[in-house]
């Protein structure tokens, strides 16, 4: 059922990318042959209006098809080279731009339905597993009062004590519970990502959102993710970063979505955003064919005052389009290997 969930889930996102491209170039004037989610035979194909849309059988991507996006057709008013410069790039961009806007709401949503993890109450909502918290008797929903008898009216307040102390130290906690006051104590434990960190091993109860904390929360999230991914895609083009480790096709996925989903409804909600973000991330790579390439080539030719030869363009997107199929076939060939070997796609 995972499985089923995340392919539809990756469907939409494709087709909300190609609508930002429809739409848009709609609205400036150009027509839209097809529209069409998949590649290679039509499973379904119906024309409305004057656009085709179908169904196809590959579902590794879509497409929008221009009128005049060859250089080679015959133009006219409504075709796409006949726009200029700044409304072809309106319409290549527009389709990022959605998966971003998606990535926003996606996560406005999640944020005002459980709360904004930017605003956390008190509350406990989560206790680790063979951490202090855990042996001590911790539980989801008892309220922080004190540590080490001062008191914590507030999560930062809290986190602040905490810090004060060292790993391996003895702690009390005292937590409200039913209306009753419980005192709680153990060793502090350590984080794994800094040894010298305490770590109780509790998470906070997100505080509640209204609407538009919600979106602002959202657009917050969705720039520290954006910033991280394209600070790891850096670090993997420097080799920072193992690329077989980092890198997953289709497949991994699938396989991910399917860890992530064990873990929650809000997790595997968040993982939808994130996939939306890497739409619109990888989209704006300034490669033929991906948007990012017709971008560049756009202001390539807004640069010089002519626009660059089809026939140059289409070499360059053929050596790409080896590239990024060779790359796919690489990362699948990972991605099913690790489903073999039954090692993990997210490290423990």
């Known amino acids: 059922m995972t499985i089923l969930l995340t392919i539809l889930g990756l469907i939409v996102l494709i087709a909300i990318h190609e609508l930002g491209h429809m739409l848009t170039a709609k609205a400036l004037g150009v027509h839209v042959e097809e529209f069409a989610i998949g590649f290679g035979p039509p499973i379904f194909k119906r024309k409305i209006g004057k656009t085709v849309y179908s169904f ?16 080679k057709e015959e133009q006219g008013p409504e075709t796409y080279h006949t726009k200029p410069p700044w409304r072809r790039a309106l319409i290549i961009f527009a389709g990022p731009a959605v998966n971003f806007v998606a990535a926003i709401f996606i996560l406005a949503g999640l944020f005002y339905v459980i709360g904004n993890p930017a605003n956390p109450t008190n509350e406990v909502g989560q206790v680790q597993p063979e951490s202090m918290a855990a042996e001590a008797g911790m539980q989801e929903g008892d309220t922080l009062v004190a540590f080490e008898g001062q008191q914590t009216p507030s999560w930062e307040a809290f986190t602040e004590a905490v810090n004060e102390r060292e790993p391996g130290e003895a702690a009390a906690v005292t937590v409200e519970r039913g209306g009753e006051t419980v005192e709680l104590s153990g060793e502090l434990g350590a984080s794994e990502q ?3 960190q305490p770590l109780v091993g509790i998470g906070p109860e997100p505080g509640s959102a209204g609407p538009l904390e919600a979106l602002v929360a959202g ?12 600070d790891g ?24 979505s399917d860890e992530v989903a064990s873990a929650g409804i809000a997790p595997y909600i968040q993982f939808f955003a994130l996939i939306s973000l890497i739409l619109a991330i990888m989209n704006l790579l300034p490669i033929l064919p991906l948007d990012g390439g017709h971008l560049l080539m756009i202001a390539v030719e807004k640069l010089r005052g002519r626009r660059v030869n089809e026939e140059t363009m289409g070499k360059i997107a053929f050596v790409f389009i080896m590239l990024l199929i060779t790359l796919m076939l690489v990362v699948t060939y990972s991605d099913v290997s690790r489903l073999i070997s039954g090692e993990p796609f997210i490290p423990e």
């Open 56 to 71: 196809r059988l590959i579902l590794l991507g879509g497409f929008a098809k221009m009128a005049g996006m060859s250089q």
């Open 194 to 196: 800094d040894p010298e």
């Open 219 to 230: 657009a917050v999230q969705t720039g520290q993710i954006s910033v991280a991914y394209v």
């Open 233 to 256: 895609l850096i670090q993997l083009v420097t080799g920072q970063i193992n690329f077989f480790d980092a890198a997953s096709g289709p497949v991994g996925i699938v396989a991910v």
